[in-house]
């Protein structure tokens, strides 16, 4: 876990010593991959990486923990947590609300489209490379840029919450390049879509791209 702590004394600020800055330090380095499912969380080593208290320290843990993040294991510790197949079932329930719903609603700008361009053209280098996290974290940074448009501050705030958890799920196809590979130009057609102001198209495509990826994923983790 060393090497997933690296750069959190850096960060440490005046928001520091909350358990919320201690979960979104957390949150962060779960949703990167630095931290993945199974890995036991040492308070010892996180407090004094994050220069806070032991009990700062649970209180970003009970926070992770009411998100799903992590795991509290009775006389072993807490651990980041392995989504089962009702958590995906979970994460594709509210992702298939508030997406679709920003893609009728949002309000891009040009500069949104920007942002979205240029995930897109990550996505296509990572596809050309081979390579499943560039994949997974364009995916996510797409998707997270879509639900941006409806400047919601808590409909993206959710939106972050359910896209760390995803991660987690992530992790199991991550010798899968196929699940991340054929939704790069879903994403494209999409985000060209609500461009040329198709929306209620777009976002018809959406749900059905959702339940594809749901699918996918329940799938191959034997629950479907």
């Known amino acids: 876990m060393n090497a997933a702590l690296e750069g ?8 520091a010593h909350t358990g ?25 080593a996180l407090a004094e990486a994050l220069k806070v208290s ?7 843990f009970t926070v992770l923990a009411g998100e799903s993040m992590v795991q509290r ?10 989504p089962g197949a009702d958590d995906v079932r979970e994460m594709y329930r509210v992702r298939g609300l508030i997406e679709p719903a920003a893609v009728l609603w949002g309000e891009p700008d ?14 296509r280098l990572a596809l050309a490379e081979g390579s499943v996290p560039g994949m997974a974290d364009a995916n996510q940074e797409l ?3 879509i639900v941006a448009t409806t400047r919601s501050a808590s409909l993206q705030e959710l939106m972050e919450r359910v896209l760390a958890e995803m991660r987690l799920v992530f992790h199991a196809m991550a010798t899968t390049p196929d699940f991340h590979s054929h939704y790069v130009e879903r994403n494209a057609a999409l985000v060209d879509r609500i461009r040329s102001g198709e929306r209620e198209g777009a976002a018809a495509d959406l749900r059905e791209y959702l339940a594809a990826a ?6 191959h983790i034997g629950a479907a």
């Open 8 to 15: 959190i004394e850096s960060s440490h600020a005046t928001h």
């Open 143 to 145: 998707h997270k840029a």
């Open 73 to 82: 294991i009775p006389n072993r510790g807490v651990f980041v947590a392995s």
């Open 20 to 44: 919320a800055w201690v979960a979104a330090v957390l949150r962060e380095r779960i949703s990167a991959g630095k931290l993945p499912p199974g890995t036991k969380l040492s308070e010892q």
């Open 54 to 60: 032991r009990n700062t320290l649970r209180e970003a």
């Open 110 to 123: 040009e500069a949104d489209f920007a942002a979205m361009d240029a995930v897109i053209a990550r996505a």
């Open 214 to 219: 749901e699918h996918e994923l329940l799938v």
